[in-house]
């Protein structure tokens, strides 16, 4: 390999680790310091909450949530979390009644507190299409195939600077 391929397969190898290291952490910090990625799928908080966006949920105590917040919360009947603002609070009943921003009307059933799992401490706009396509076969798929060629690389890499025998200087080898 010439020197230029061997210095560009080095410079890439090391951009690649570079921006790998920067996802994980751009996926580990937000988890540990505002809570759970939610992926919002439908339109009924815009433009709050747009579709594509990643909301990190905080848990909350359901006591402290007042009308005009925005919850997360496990609907009756509905395999996926909702997440809708606070139209009233009814503490004695311990109940929310929720709306979508885009929706016309509230929901339909008031939300017991049981169910809120949170309340968004953090809103990423269209962050949600790249955690959808991890969660796929293609996706993850593609992102095992990335780390496999790093680590190839890595081990290429290696193995070459391994096999390359260092060159003495003049001194060193006894020549005048």
């Known amino acids: ?16 680790l570079v921006i790998l290291a920067l996802a994980a952490v751009a996926a580990a ?3 540990v310091l505002w809570g759970a990625p939610y992926v919002v ?3 009924s908080m815009e433009p709050a909450c747009p579709v594509g966006s990643v909301l990190y949920v905080r848990k909350t105590v359901p006591e ?8 997360t919360f496990r609907a009756e009947g509905m395999d996926l979390p909702v997440t809708h603002r606070v139209t009233e609070v009814d503490g004695e009943s ?3 009644r929720t709306k979508g921003d885009a929706n016309e009307a509230e929901d339909a059933a008031p939300v017991p507190f ?4 949170g309340t968004p401490a953090m809103i990423v706009p269209k962050l949600g299409y790249v955690y959808a396509f991890i969660v796929t076969p293609p996706g993850t798929y593609a992102a095992v195939a990335a780390v496999a060629l790093m680590a190839l690389t890595i ?13 003495k200087n003049k001194e060193q080898s006894g020549a005048k």
């Open 1 to 16: 390999m010439t020197s230029f391929f061997r210095g560009a397969h080095s410079f890439l190898a090391t951009l690649f």
């Open 155 to 167: 081990l290429t890499e290696k193995r070459e600077k391994k096999k390359k025998p260092r060159r």
């Open 64 to 71: 402290d949530i007042a009308a005009g917040e925005i919850i």
């Open 41 to 43: 799928l439908s339109p």
């Open 29 to 31: 910090v937000p988890r």
């Open 94 to 96: 311990r109940l929310f």
């Open 114 to 117: 049981a169910n809120v799992i």
